[in-house]
């Protein structure tokens, strides 16, 4: 979330020159801004970690409240581990647990929202949901009204305490190697394609080359027979001009049988 990431590092401005009274002050400011939900950057900082143990203990207790705990730590703690919570800090945090709840699940009861944030009504819940949840960016999901539950796609990603980044890194070291595996298996396919893909462009050159020099062949065939029939006709028709020519010349020479037909006729 692009204004989170804007808010925290104006926070961290602010809390790297404040000291005492100063920073406790600035602890409860930014534990009420609205649209400010990670926190554990400004606990870190080595202002804020002298807080732990002193006078000012308690306002530590709350950032790392806010940085990793929900609104059960809260009710649960001894009094006076942490300050008494505004109404706008008291909502940010159980916003919180809600993103908290929604961590690894797909599905969120409303009943069991509903216990954990100690709300009343079905209908707060909603609110709770839908305006802040939802429109604010800190989950993607759908309401089931009919079911009284709430379908979860995806959730804001809260601070990681310490003690637990062993074992996110251990997961995401986990996640690259398979992440690694799948893209060592898409760059064989890709391999493959492409080499199947020139295969089949040279049999298809080839193909179309063997199919070239049969058409020429297959046309000189044509065109040579058609010659030798054409010199076959030529032949023969001189052939028969010169035998039809004997003929006449026979049918002109005077003979016996002219003389005695002229005399039959005298």
């Known amino acids: 979330m692009a ?7 104006q926070f961290l401005l602010l809390a790297k020159s404040a000291k005492g009274l100063a920073l406790v002050d600035l602890i409860t400011k930014c534990t009420s801004e609205p649209g400010l939900f990670t926190f554990g950057e400004i606990l870190s900082l080595p202002g804020v970690q002298e807080l732990e143990g002193g006078q000012h203990e308690a306002a530590y207790d709350l950032l790392q409240l806010f940085a990793y705990g929900t609104w059960q730590d809260y009710r649960a703690a001894p009094a006076g ?8 800090q008291a909502r940010k945090l159980k916003l919180l647990s809600v993103v908290s709840s929604a961590d690894g699940v797909r599905t969120l009861a409303y009943q069991d929202l509903l216990v954990r944030l100690e709300l009343g009504s079905v209908r707060a819940l909603e609110d709770l949901l839908i305006a802040d949840c939802l429109y604010g960016g800190l989950l993607r999901g759908k309401l ?3 079911n ?17 980044l062993a ?14 595996g799948v893209l060592a298996g898409i760059e064989q396919r890709i391999d493959w394609t492409l080499d ?9 050159s080839e193909a179309e080359k063997a199919l070239e020099r049969e058409r020429k062949s297959i046309r000189t065939t044509i065109e040579l027979q058609a010659q030798a029939d054409s010199s076959g006709m030529l032949m023969d028709e001189q052939e028969g001009f010169s035998l039809a020519d004997l003929g006449d010349a026979q049918d002109a020479r005077p003979g016996p049988a002219a003389g005695r037909h002229t005399k039959r006729r005298r």
């Open 3 to 9: 204004e989170n990431a804007a808010k925290v590092e």
């Open 81 to 88: 581990k942490y300050p008494a919570l505004s109404e706008a």
């Open 144 to 146: 089931d009204q009919r």
């Open 148 to 164: 009284k539950c709430l379908h979860v796609e995806d959730a804001f990603c809260r601070d990681v305490p310490p003690d637990q």
């Open 167 to 180: 074992g996110v890194a251990g997961a995401l070291d986990e996640w690259l190697g398979a992440a690694n």
């Open 196 to 204: 199947a893909t020139a295969a089949a462009e040279q049999a298809r």
